[in-house]
């Protein structure tokens, strides 16, 4: 979707996204003139999170849902904080508001930038030891699963390390599972189908994503295994900084 082509319709849709978002609590989407095109968005947010994560939040979110990616400086937060706390003004009474016009908030990678570092493969005598890292901004997770060692699970421990990666970089508040994933010949290649289930506020859903085999089938699983969350990635609850893993000195 362009943003010169978005109209009122599509704001009012976007609000009550923006509004199921981690602390917003109030999000207002002001059009251009011609009713076409976004001036700004104002989001009110409760809590003490950094305004700036808040900013990505909302254009991760509009990116993945909408494919709308947003100038962070159009975006302004006003943040509501409860009198007692830290950051609240000395002597006032009810809750404080703090703004943070756009044009101060500095922008930042989308959380949804994931990277793939690297994947192992450790042949035991009995099994199999998959484990995979996945790094996002200066912080790593490793996600490991173990199998029996056979060429059609491989592929499988592959991909249930790389959800177990990614779970580390998530709000407790969802779960994710590898319902299946197959090699298949498709023209004159083979290409990796992976499903990938998501268990979010007592609901679930099932996803799709894929990837060609290159010359390193393993790597080739981890991005199909990625491309079934990318459209949802933007939506859900990442963890604060303080609460990622650190990535171990040594993948065995």
């Known amino acids: 979707m362009n943003e010169k082509s978005l109209g009122r319709e599509w704001a009012l849709e976007a609000e009550k996204l923006l509004l199921s978002?981690?602390?917003?609590?109030?999000?207002?989407?002001?059009?251009?003139?011609?009713?076409?095109?976004?001036?700004?968005?104002?989001?009110?947010?409760?809590?003490?999170?950094?305004?700036?994560?808040?900013?990505?939040?909302v254009r991760s979110a509009l990116r993945a849902e909408y494919q709308v990616d947003v100038d962070y400086r159009k975006i302004s937060?006003?943040?509501?904080?409860?009198?007692?706390?830290?950051?609240?003004?000395?002597g006032q009474a009810g809750p404080s508001v703090l703004s943070l016009p756009a044009a101060q908030v500095q922008e930042e990678p989308l959380a949804t930038r994931l990277r793939f570092e690297g994947v192992s493969v450790n042949i035991l005598p009995s099994a199999c030891r998959v484990q995979v890292e996945l790094s996002l901004d200066e912080r790593q997770a490793v996600g490991e699963s173990v199998g029996p060692n056979s060429a059609r699970q491989l592929p499988l421990l592959v991909g249930e390390a790389t959800l177990e990666a990614l779970s580390k970089f998530l709000d407790?508040?969802?779960?994710?599972?590898?319902?299946?994933?197959?090699?298949?010949?498709?023209?004159?290649?083979?290409?990796?189908?992976?499903?990938v289930r998501l268990h979010k506020d007592r609901s679930e859903k099932t996803l799709a994503g894929s990837a060609p085999v290159g010359s390193n089938l393993q790597q080739s699983v981890v991005y199909a295994t990625l491309n079934a969350l990318n459209r949802v990635l933007g939506r859900l609850r990442f963890r604060e900084p303080v609460e990622y893993e650190l990535r171990p000195t040594s993948m065995f």
């Open 21 to 57: 978002l981690r602390d917003i609590v109030g999000a207002d989407i002001l059009l251009t003139e011609d009713g076409r095109g976004l001036a700004e968005i104002n989001i009110l947010a409760e809590g003490n999170r950094p305004p700036k994560q808040i900013v990505r939040d």
């Open 77 to 90: 937060v006003a943040q509501r904080r409860e009198t007692g706390s830290d950051t609240a003004y000395p």
């Open 172 to 195: 407790t508040d969802c779960a994710l599972s590898l319902a299946d994933l197959r090699v298949l010949p498709l023209g004159d290649e083979e290409v990796v189908l992976a499903l």
